[in-house]
């Protein structure tokens, strides 16, 4: 086994000894009252009935003591269930909250590369997995090792001659899972690969579904899909056949044999004459009790190979490290931000911005332009801190960005995305979103963000539910939500990344106007494809892959004979134009 999935495992049992203890305590009560039944029946057989000692009273405390272990074995049993499967269940329940505790820190780096669908499939998935092991194991593989070693003393106290017959079952069994696991081993991990691969399935159409229906995709993803899950039904069937074949069958007929093999030297005592009933029928009622647990822990071997990959993935996904948080508490004061020959890829193979340099004064309003994939969003997830930037340096209030704590980052600095993000909820905690704000500052957000026509529109004001992922409303106001949530925080720096792209003319200006207002409390970084958005900026940037290619304002940029800007400016003119 994996030295590092056995920690995951074991790790949290170690945590609860106390009811670990407890549990192998009763278990072990369990386990010797069952053991003692066939003893008993030995007792009353060899001393009672064969001799015909019909001692009335002897005979009654026997049956009551009989009694007595079918109870305690029976309670015992039923009570180690319960603190094995609750302990199994807890240990599980803590480790899908840190699983996906710890997926909710990773950086966006991470989040970048990896594939929503596989992520869910080890939070929910892989963890079950886990969990039917652990079941399996605290209340299967470990109970039934105990009874079969509680069996094997009571054989041995009997008669070690006849013990070491059935001992060698054991061996028995051992090769039989062997050629089992041999058999199964492919399939078992077949079926986990499909069941991953669906999830990824599901979840990109469900995330895609309006565009997979606008493009008739949904009959090809329905196809995909039967192919993934027709090779799951497969991979499940060849499971069961082999098991179905080999293991029951196979079983029995060891059994049957060690069984056969026992009378045979029963027979032999007989003979010698120092045979004794009642260990013949005591051997035969342990024998049947015997083979139920070998098979159970053989069977639940296919769980075994199945948890291990899973336990192996999940303590992969919790080895990946989240970013080195910064430690710096110390509140932003006036926001001025320098950006210092900046340079960042994604991937090492592909630069997206080369050798910035920005200066910022506190409270000053800049423009970002440039086209599609020019690096703009890119600068703005810098500016949030959500990738480590090197080489170069970004500085807020002359500190390094990344040595501010992620709290002291997110309060300062606000950003109104490109795709806004609503969350299953209502309106109020979404723009709220758990954070500390006051009354005052809610509603004066939502004056600022021009949101109050939609408040009012709703049928429970502030307290309406919104659909899943806002699909109840439109894209326009949803960036509403989305610039009214990042203005409730009162941040002393806001990014804006085509914030209003989506918003009829009237109300940007409305917005322009709020945005105005705070101009020089708040320092504003604003991405637009509008250059009427940021025609007042006290500074526009114009981006061309990745490069600043014109900086200055807006009378200046349109002056530069054939520049880009002016340029831009023209189209967008000719435009309103046409459309007047
Ligand atoms: P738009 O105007 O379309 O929003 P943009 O200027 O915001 O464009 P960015 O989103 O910054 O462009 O992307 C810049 C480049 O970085 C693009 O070439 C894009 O392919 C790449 N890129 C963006 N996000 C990632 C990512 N998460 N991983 C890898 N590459 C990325
Ligand atoms: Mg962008």
């Known amino acids: 086994m994996n ?17 670990f203890l407890i ?24 001393d009672y009935l064969v001799p015909g000692n019909y001692a009335s009273h002897l005979i009654a405390t026997l049956a009551a003591v009989y009694v007595a272990t079918v109870v305690v074995s029976g309670i015992g049993s039923y009570i180690q269930f319960r603190l094995f499967s609750g302990i199994a269940l807890r240990i599980i329940a803590d ?18 590369t990896s594939i929503s669908g596989q992520t869910l499939s080890r939070i929910t998935n892989d963890t079950e997995s886990l969990l039917e092991l652990y079941v399996s194991f605290l209340s299967s593989i470990l109970t039934g090792l105990v009874l079969i070693i509680g069996i094997l003393i009571g054989m041995a106290l009997l008669d070690v001659q006849l013990m070491l017959v059935a001992l060698g079952m054991i061996p028995a069994v051992l090769v039989l899972v062997y050629v089992y696991q041999k058999f199964s081993g492919k399939a078992v991990a077949d079926v986990r690969a499909r069941r991953a691969e669906q999830n990824v399935h599901i979840s990109e159409a469900i995330n895609g579904m309006s565009v997979l229906q606008a493009m008739h995709q949904t009959q090809r993803y329905g196809d995909a899909f039967s192919k993934v899950n027709e090779g799951q039904y497969d991979a499940r069937m060849r499971i069961i056949r082999t098991s179905g074949l080999f293991l029951r069958p196979a079983m029995d007929m060891i059994s049957t044999t060690v069984l056969a093999t026992m009378i045979l030297v029963f027979g032999f005592d007989v003979i010698g004459g120092v045979a004794e009933v009642g260990v013949l029928y005591a051997f035969v009622m342990y024998l049947g009790r015997f083979s139920e647990p070998l098979i159970e822990i053989t069977q ?61 004064p506190q409270g000053k309003f800049i423009g970002l332009v440039g086209r599609t994939g020019s690096g703009k969003s890119t600068l703005l997830n810098l500016l949030l801190g959500h990738y480590p930037v090197q080489p ?58 021009q949101l109050r026509p939609l408040v009012n529109q709703l049928a429970n004001g502030l307290d309406t539910e919104l659909g899943e992922g806002g699909s109840d409303l439109s894209t326009g106001q949803r960036q509403l939500i989305a610039m009214a949530r990042a203005l409730a925080a009162e941040p002393k720096v806001l990014l804006l990344d085509e914030a209003t792209a989506s918003l009829d003319s009237q109300t ?24 009427s958005t940021i025609r007042q900026a006290d500074e526009i940037i114009l981006l061309a892959d990745g490069h600043i290619a014109e900086r200055g304002l807006h009378q200046d940029l349109l002056t530069i004979p054939n520049g880009r800007y002016a340029k831009l400016y023209q189209y967008q003119a000719e435009e309103v134009e046409l459309s007047a």
């Open 95 to 112: 480790l899908r909250k840190k699983v996906f505790a710890h997926v909710l820190s990773l950086p966006m780096r991470w989040h970048d």
């Open 392 to 449: 170069g340096q970004i500085m807020i209030d002359g500190r390094p960005l990344n040595s501010l704590s992620e709290a002291n980052r997110t309060q300062s600095i606000g950003l109104i995305p490109q795709e806004p993000f609503i969350k299953v909820g209502t309106l109020r905690e979404n723009l709220v979103m758990d954070r500390d704000i006051s009354e005052a500052s809610l509603q004066k957000a939502i004056d600022q963000a």
């Open 3 to 19: 030295k590092a999935v056995f920690k995951l495992l074991v790790d949290p049992l170690k945590q609860r000894p106390k009811v």
């Open 508 to 531: 940007e200006m409305l917005i322009q106007q709020a945005l105005d207002a705070i101009k020089g409390e708040v320092t504003l970084i604003v991405v637009a494809h509008r250059l």
């Open 23 to 46: 549990a192998i305590a009763t278990l072990l009560v369990a386990t010797a009252a069952e053991v003692a039944g066939p003893f008993l029946v030995k007792i009353f057989i060899d």
């Open 300 to 360: 639940r071997f296919s769980l075994f190979q199945t948890a291990m990959v899973a336990g192996e993935r999940v303590y992969n996904l919790l080895q990946q490290t989240a970013e080195d948080e910064g430690k710096d508490e110390q509140p932003i004061q006036d926001a001025s931000i320098t950006i210092n020959q900046l340079t960042f890829a994604y991937k090492a193979d592909r630069t997206v911005l080369h050798n910035l340099d920005i200066d910022i």
